[in-house]
């Protein structure tokens, strides 16, 4: 089992954040795992990705040619990789953020308000858990129990207060696959 | 940060390394900010204080390394790091530090050049690591890690490599293995079976006094010091030779790659085995003392070898000085930058057999 992965938003939208604690999380399940940001002159409002690569075998390069899953925050984010795409790839869109695309075949899109959904529960910032919630509920990578224990580690002291809407936010986000489903 | 024996920790190139350094007893860190290396500073600024030791950020890359000759020369493990500008300013002080046998460690994480370049990874600093970068007749050893355990890992041995000679180690990576994050364990311990620094400046009362120095104005001095710098290095280059060769026995192309390169090469060697290509791999670890025995004996008996880099072609010179004409050495390499993808490099391989299967053809 190997899964690449490209996270890419705008920088603020949480997907280096978001990265981060999943590479944690699969880590903590005895996996092998490289996370590649990208680095420098990305800034808040710029666009800002990661390359992910989780895998029960060795991880040799961690620089992902194709990609087996991209989670895209914002349009510029996806026109930017949509070159990475393979057959049968998955492509998470931000549907909020990112309407028409011209989809390409043999791909499995699924279209995710995440914006709207974490608006709705009263913090913005939190789209990027709705995206994760999305994407576990189609991919099983990790187990979110594990990963919210990596969640909570980093939203300590003042930050405490924001891990229940994050919380939400995932569920929201497994919610929205699992009804869409039936 | 608190550290167990065999806990995980999921950090990036730059951090494992500066974690490394603290827990092989390194308390003098000097540094001047450069990308794609900050985050090693950041971290010797947070874990310094915890462990009692200084932690400063200088006005300039040669305030940083001659600190680093200071503490050195005092007996304290001493580290600084930058990337590729920034260690070309610190290479005087570097020659000075050879030249005094002050032991210490130099991490350059390299980023793309020449000049001010950009900050994106690449190799193109070998020759200035592994030729010398300041003057006169010195060598520091040069270590190159490939993934972020084995950053963690090689700093330990540095700094145990450059106690033992009395001598730099740099390591060399590059802003790829700096920048990426990976599962990372602190297992290794510092040697304690080392001798002690009787050399070092730590105040002469009771004991005669000793000198530190790289000066030798009395003609004819300097030559015998430079003599016994050189039958140390030999000593190096027969005691400290590290290598790793992956399916090289029955391979009829031998890649040889070191750090990030021989990362994506390990995807090639991955790859051609799918296509029934038979593709082995000598990954240098130390680039100085280089390999080169390892590389005569397969030479022998494979039809090419190709040197893969992120530079025009540096440690391909010392490929081929070691090959000696045994074989054809080939070379694929991307500059400014550039990343080889393992699609590439497969493609330069098929290329090779190819050419071998069309000069056959002519001859036979």
């Known amino acids: 089992m190997t899964e690449k992965v490209i996270l890419a938003g705008l920088g603020g939208q949480g997907m280096m954040l978001l990265g981060r604690l999943i590479a944690q999380a699969v880590m903590l399940e005895g996996k092998n795992v490289t996370f ?45 990789f949509k070159g990475f795409l393979k057959p049968n790839s998955s492509l998470f869109l931000n549907s909020s953020m990112i309407d028409k695309i011209d989809a390409p075949e043999n791909i499995d899109i699924f279209r995710i308000p995440a914006t709207e959904i974490a608006n709705d529960l009263g913090n913005v910032v939190a789209s990027n858990m709705v995206m994760l919630g999305a994407y576990n509920a189609v991919k099983k990578l990790i187990s979110i129990p594990t990963f919210l224990s990596c969640l909570q580690k980093v939203l300590q002291g003042k930050k405490a207060p924001f891990f229940k809407v994050n919380k939400l936010a995932v569920e929201r986000g497994i919610d929205f696959i699992n009804l869409s489903k039936g | 940060m ?70 050195a020369a005092a007996g304290g493990r001493t580290m600084t790091s930058s990337s590729s500008p920034g260690i070309s300013l610190k290479q005087e002080g570097i020659s000075y530090l050879a030249g005094s046998e002050l032991p210490c460690v130099i991490i350059n994480m390299q980023r793309g050049g020449p000049g001010l ?48 000679y009395r001598n730099p180690v740099m390591i060399l990576g590059d802003a790829q293995l700096g920048q990426m994050m990976e599962p990372v364990v602190f297992c290794k311990k510092q040697k304690t079976d080392l001798s002690a620094k009787t050399w070092a400046l730590t105040g002469a009362r009771g004991r005669k006094r000793n000198i530190i120095k790289s000066f030798y104005p009395v003609k004819g001095e300097l030559e015998v010091f430079n003599i016994k ?136």
């Open chain 1, 36 to 80: 590649f940001p990208s680095y420098g002159t990305e800034v808040r409002g710029g666009t800002a990705y990661y390359h992910l690569i989780v895998s029960q075998e060795e991880i040799f390069s961690p620089v992902i040619e194709e990609a087996d899953t991209l989670i895209m925050m914002n349009l510029p984010s996806y026109l930017k």
């Open chain 2, 2 to 71: 608190s550290i167990n024996k065999n806990q995980k920790f999921l950090l990036t190139g730059n951090e494992a390394s500066a974690e490394a350094a603290i827990q092989a007893g390194c308390r003098f860190y000097y540094g001047y900010p450069i990308t794609p290396q900050n985050e090693i500073m950041t971290h010797m600024a947070l874990r310094m204080p915890e462990v009692g030791g200084t932690f400063i950020q200088v006005e300039s890359e040669l305030a940083a390394i001659y600190m680093v000759y200071g503490s």
């Open chain 2, 117 to 164: 370049g950009d900050i994106s990874p690449a190799q193109s600093d070998y020759f200035q690591a592994v030729k010398g970068g300041g003057h006169g007749d010195y060598h520091t050893i040069v270590l190159a890690p490939s993934s972020v355990q084995e950053a963690a890992d090689l700093v330990f041995d540095a700094f145990d490599l450059a106690d033992c």
């Open chain 2, 229 to 364: 710098l050189q039958k140390k290095y030999h000593e190096i280059e027969a005691e400290e030779v590290r290598y790793e060769e992956i399916d090289t026995r029955n391979a009829d192309i031998v890649i040889v790659a070191y750090g990030t390169s021989a990362r994506i090469c390990r995807e090639v060697l991955k790859d051609a085995k799918k296509q029934s290509l038979k593709i082995g791999m000598i990954r240098p670890i130390t680039l100085w003392p280089f390999p080169s025995h390892c590389i005569a004996r397969v030479a022998e008996r494979v039809q090419s070898i190709l040197t893969v880099e992120m530079s025009a072609g540096q440690m391909v010179e010392d490929v081929r000085l070691a090959v000696n004409g045994k074989c054809p050495v080939h070379f694929y390499g991307r500059t400014g930058g550039g990343i080889p993808s393992p699609k590439e490099i497969l493609h330069k391989i098929n290329e090779l057999i190819q050419v071998k299967e069309k000069v056959t053809c002519v001859t036979s």
